[in-house]
């Protein structure tokens, strides 16, 4: 880049939170126009996910909570209706994870368009703003949510806390804060009155709780905003400050890695999903898929070995799923799926009778997962070893960046694929972002995604 592209005031550098500040009032005209690209497809890739996600069973009880506690608002929700702002960032954030197909960062391990987009488009509909005002703000309060989960580290992740809820909420408030005008006061205040609001626990995961936990992500942002806009006061820095979020939150977290690189958005490394399933276990279906184009028959097939980063062992090796749900987290369940040919990319796959299927069990039960510590969040190792002796060896780094002009295909395949007639309008606002992104409002937006996109 030519241009510095932070630069930070003295509060910036002088306490860390000053840092946050001033990245979510950042001028547009200084973010990188790659990055805001990249932000596009974020948005449109959210969309998919989430008017996909539309009929699923959680969907339906968040809209149900919505019509039973909502008193007017003007925010839609993914499948009719309209809701005060807190309510539809909580309502879209979960119904947009339900499928378990949003994108995901690995610097911080989690999902950031589920928990911010919800919290930015709501409070886009409530002031008229543009399609170019949302990506700006996505594109600032996903960097501050990867920067923040950065400095709380893996120890965060590894007790147990799931950082597309808890970094994820800074990230909503802060991209809310910028939409709602909150001057540089306003936004400190809402930053410490986010930090003792957000929560989610990995406990969740196999569990309508884990999409909930990115609504609750978008809906502490919203109301964190909402309230220091009305004046209420908060620690002076409820994240970094003495008992604050970090110290309460990490063993072990790492403040230099907020200002780490700050001419480079860390928001370039944002990976999207083509498989319907937990990330952790992408880069084994990749690695299957690209050493067994045409699988051998599971009965000459003796084990599967895979060896994988440790942190994934608690979080997608459920050994016998008893849900179409906890299927996406089972690393031998999704390789039967790999080797006997099932579409892992559909979402109507995992379905509670594929949970119950006794051929996909046997051969899971051949599956052997290992962690080892020499393989970072996007790699995998192993071997498919069978009955006769022969091994082959597959491997996958999901770290290897796709080119943009695959990616972009690959998500309007994902989109078609997922939303099948229903895909034109989202495909259409696809060419007028790429054109000219402030000329799209958000209720255009917010009328496809009550509509269903159709």
Known sequence: MTERVMELGMSGQDD???????????PERRLPRDMLALARLSLLDWLVCGLAGRAEPLADKMRHFAQTEAQGGSASLFGGSTAPARLAAMVNGAISHALDYDDTHFDHVGHLSVGILPAALALAEERDQSAAEICAAFLLGAEGAIRLGRVLGAAHYNRGFHQTATAGAFGAALAAGRLAGLNAQGMRRALGLCATRASG???????MGKP???????????????LAALGLTTAADGIFGPQGFV????????????????????FRENRYKF?????????????????????????????????TAPRWLRVCDIKRPGTGLE?????GWLAAMVLTGRDTGDDRSYTDALALDPALADLAARVEVGGDHDLTDQQVRGEIVLTNGHRIAFDHDLSQAIPASILRARLQAKARALLGAGAGPVLDLWGRLDG???SVRACEIGALIRAGGG
């Open 436 to 438: 000219d992104p402030a």
């Open 201 to 207: 626990l990995k406990s969740q995961f196999g569990t």
């Open 16 to 26: 860390p939170a000053g840092f946050l500040v001033d990245l979510a009032l950042m």
């Open 247 to 266: 110290e309460t939150h990490s063993d072990a977290p790492d403040p230099a890695a907020l200002r780490a690189d700050p001419q480079d958005f860390r």
């Open 327 to 331: 299927v996406k987290f089972s690393y």
């Open 275 to 307: 498989h319907a399933c937990c990330h952790g276990l992408h880069a084994m279906i990749e690695g299957l898929r690209a050493a067994c184009p045409t699988p051998p028959d599971p009965g000459q097939i003796a084990r599967i070995e895979v060896r």
């Open 212 to 226: 909930l936990n990115a609504g609750l992500a978008a809906a502490n942002g919203v109301e964190a905003v909402q």
